[in-house]
């Protein structure tokens, strides 16, 4: 398969089945994708992963925890956040792309972007070996100053996706893409 038909047979999955993602997998498919470019050569990335039982477990009570904190979801019935804890934990791999805050406004930019370069690449790594994933970076749990200090995400660092991985039976339809011609301007 060529990089050209990964990049367009790829697609987020949202159903996984059963079959799990070791941390060992996830560390090969890390080492390919770590060579995305990075100004510099910062690699201003690190990773928290949760794959086990166990880990899944805490990171999803304390993934409710943390939302049942906000004031939108501070009411949410005890049968719904049990539903979500239960969901949480069976997907296969959660893992966390974590980058330092630098200082400097155009650093913290280009370090931002070369960590989104980096799960473009783990996503397409992933795909060539038939794991899916969805790569979130919803505010209410990548940006929980709660959840990030119970997962050990500094003060100066922060979540650019949380990354929901696993295999899986189905593969949703294509949606259209716009043509780049339709978007250039040429000067």
């Not at 004031?71 to 979500?84: A, D, F, N, T, V």
């Not at 804890?85 to 792309?97: D, G, N, R, S, T």
Request: proline share 4%; glycine share 6%.
């Amino acid at each position: 398969m060529s990089i050209a038909d990964v990049i367009q047979a790829r697609r987020t999955i949202r159903r996984f089945n059963e079959k799990s993602v070791s941390v060992e997998l996830i560390n090969e498919l890390l080492d390919i994708a770590v060579w995305a470019p990075n100004h510099g050569m910062r690699e201003p990335w690190r990773f928290i992963c949760a794959a086990s039982d166990p880990a899944k477990e805490q990171l999803a009570e304390g993934v409710v925890r943390a939302i049942s904190e906000l004031k939108r979801y501070k009411w949410l019935p005890g049968k719904l956040k049990e539903m979500y804890k239960q969901k949480m934990q069976q997907i296969p791999a959660i893992l966390f792309v974590v980058v330092k805050q630098d200082k400097n406004r155009l650093k913290r930019e280009e370090d931002f972007a070369a960590s989104c370069a980096l799960i473009q690449n783990l996503q397409l790594c992933a795909w060539e070996r038939g794991i899916g994933m969805i790569w979130s970076m919803e505010d209410t749990v990548c940006g929980n100053p709660t959840l990030c200090k119970d997962i050990g995400v500094g003060s100066e660092e922060c979540v650019v996706g949380m990354l929901y991985m696993g295999y899986f039976d189905h593969i949703p339809k294509s949606k259209s893409r716009t043509p780049a011609k339709k978007k250039m301007t040429v000067l």
